[in-house]
């Protein structure tokens, strides 16, 4: 996929935009074809060296872009060329995608194993041994704690797992 066509999905424009945020999207939002320095993308840009710094930083930790360092022999300073790889982006975002599932499943489990109890002033949460602990009773607010139903997030959590299973191509037994 060309950068012109990853750039124009939404859900690659969201997914730059969370991990660069909104100062460094316009380096994420326009990566130049060859090598460019962090100057000349700040110049051109017209952004703060340091947001693009840190931009770039980012994006190369998440493997889509790359730099190559070149020392002056007059005065010794380095200069970093970066260039951008966006192709690794599917990739990346399969792996996002795949955290998110086993975040979920934990977190459906977790929800399932666990009886939990609500303080409906202050709507703090409490488990079982929390809430036995303070005598069932709100720490806060001194309101009894209410036994709480988790049958509408467990059901929520269910569907998104589906789904995800779904679009990844899990299989629900393994």
């Known amino acids: 996929m060309a950068f012109e066509d990853l750039l124009n999905d939404p859900v690659i424009q969201k997914y730059l935009h969370e991990l660069v945020g909104p100062t460094g999207m316009p380096v994420a939002a326009a990566p130049p ?22 931009a770039l930083f980012i994006l190369y930790e998440n493997d889509l872009a790359e730099y190559r360092r070149v020392r002056d022999e007059d005065s010794g300073w380095l200069t970093y060329l970066w260039t951008f790889h966006y192709e690794n982006i599917p990739e ?15 977190r459906e489990e977790y929800e399932r194993q666990h009886e939990f109890y609500l303080c409906e002033v202050c709507s703090l949460r409490f488990e079982f041994g929390e809430a036995m602990e303070y005598g069932f009773e709100c720490p806060e607010c001194s309101s009894p704690l209410e036994a709480m139903e988790n049958d509408r997030l467990l059901e929520a959590a269910e569907q998104r797992v589906d789904e995800l299973r779904d679009e990844l191509n899990v299989d629900v037994t393994s």
């Open 33 to 54: 074809d060859g090598e460019v320095t962090d100057e000349e993308l700040a110049e051109e840009l017209g952004l703060e060296l340091n947001d693009v710094r840190r």
């Open 92 to 106: 990346n975002l399969e792996e996002e995608m795949y955290r998110l599932l086993e975040a979920l499943e934990e």
